[in-house]
């Protein structure tokens, strides 16, 4: 299997955790910008909600991947008021015939000092060991 591991994040949580993720693989965490340039099996996209939604660069990177070059979407991130991005990733992941694992990860994230020092190091020892369920 080949795993990519793409991410947004405009406080590092999703970072962070897209980093964990990474290690777990053996793949670089690497920003949205850089692009799914070789075909995967698995992307592992980080995201979070943003005033209630993600972010327009989220549905730019997802409505700009290639069909061929990707087997399935598996989403992962935090957020410090709601939860899942799940639908509206998926949402965005049908429009280009992607298809969504609907294993995901979410934890809580600190955004303003609420959730202080999350994700923490058991969220990162979770979102690896979600990683590694994709090995096994």
């Known amino acids: 299997m080949k795993y990519a591991v793409r991410y947004y994040t405009k406080t590092g949580n999703t970072k962070r955790l897209a980093e964990a993720v990474a290690k777990e693989l053996g793949v670089a965490a690497m920003p949205i910008s850089e692009g799914v340039n070789e075909p995967v099996d698995i992307l592992f996209l980080g995201n979070s909600y943003y005033a209630f939604n993600i972010d327009p660069e989220v549905r730019d990177f997802i409505g700009s991947l290639d069909r061929s070059k990707v087997g399935k979407i598996v989403n992962f991130?935090?957020?410090?008021m709601l939860n899942s991005t799940y639908k509206k990733v998926k949402a965005e992941a049908d429009k280009v015939g992607i298809p969504m694992d609907e294993r995901?990860?979410?934890?809580?994230?600190?955004?303003?000092?609420?959730?202080?020092?999350?994700?923490n190091a058991d969220d990162m020892k979770d979102a690896a060991a979600f990683a590694k369920k994709f090995v096994e």
């Not at 991130?77 to 410090?80: E, Q």
């Open 104 to 119: 995901e990860f979410h934890c809580k994230g600190e955004f303003k000092g609420i959730h202080k020092g999350r994700p």
């Open 77 to 80: 991130g935090s957020a410090a």
